[in-house]
């Protein structure tokens, strides 16, 4: 895949996502105006969340009807497979890839209201995780994995452990 593809790709996503994002931002904006900013920021990364995930390469209604892949249960099987066939760079890239991507989901929750704890982080990366991947198998468009959600569930966690950090460090 070459930059320009990638930056398309990138591009085709960000605009529907920001005006998406916009539309919801002044619904949700009427209604409360404390934590706006916040709440923009987050509808933004979800958004873009799901673009990643669920509709990078576009959705047809012809493969709705193809035949599923398989959803693999058994955790870490396909992580240590990704490392047997693909190497060390491919291993690293899913697994960091998983956490970085839901860094920032366990690190605006709490900003939201201020009773966040960290089982409320992991329930709630859990259950948009397990969303995802279930919107993957839903619409043919990727791999349900076991492995994404716990990497996707740790990223989160550790989200929250940052946000902490932070909030301590400017209190």
């Given at each position: 895949?070459?930059?320009?593809?990638?930056l398309r790709m990138v591009l085709s996503g960000i605009v529907p996502s920001l005006i998406l994002s916009f539309v919801i931002y002044l619904l949700y904006w009427k209604h409360?105006?404390?934590?706006?900013?916040?709440?923009?920021?987050?509808?933004?990364?979800?958004?873009?969340?799901?673009?990643?995930?669920?509709?990078?390469?576009?959705?047809?209604?012809?493969?709705?009807?193809?035949?599923?892949?398989?959803?693999?249960?058994?955790?870490?099987?396909?992580?240590?497979?990704?490392?047997?066939?693909?190497?060390?760079?491919?291993?690293?890239?899913?697994?960091?890839?998983?956490?970085?991507?839901?860094?920032?989901?366990?690190?605006?929750?709490?900003?939201?209201?201020?009773?966040?704890?960290?089982?409320?982080?992991?329930?709630?990366?859990?259950?948009?995780?397990?969303?995802?991947?279930?919107?993957?198998?839903?619409?043919?468009?990727?791999?349900?994995?076991?492995?994404?959600?716990?990497?996707?569930?740790?990223?989160?966690?550790?989200?929250?452990?940052?946000?902490?950090?932070?909030?301590?460090?400017?209190?």
């Amino acid at each position: 895949m070459t930059y320009l593809e990638i930056l398309r790709m990138v591009l085709s996503g960000i605009v529907p996502s920001l005006i998406l994002s916009f539309v919801i931002y002044l619904l949700y904006w009427k209604h409360q105006r404390k934590h706006s900013l916040i709440s923009a920021c987050m509808i933004i990364y979800i958004c873009m969340l799901f673009y990643v995930t669920v509709y990078r390469h576009g959705i047809s209604i012809e493969e709705l009807w193809l035949p599923r892949p398989r959803v693999n249960m058994i955790p870490l099987v396909s992580t240590f497979r990704l490392y047997h066939y693909g190497g060390w760079l491919v291993f690293l890239y899913n697994i960091i890839g998983n956490i970085v991507w839901f860094l920032p989901f366990g690190f605006l929750l709490p900003q939201q209201k201020d009773h966040y704890r960290i089982y409320r982080i992991f329930l709630c990366s859990l259950i948009l995780s397990s969303s995802i991947e279930f919107m993957q198998y839903i619409l043919n468009c990727g791999i349900s994995d076991i492995d994404d959600i716990i990497f996707n569930v740790l990223g989160g966690c550790m989200g929250y452990v940052l946000f902490c950090l932070m909030s301590k460090k400017y209190k």
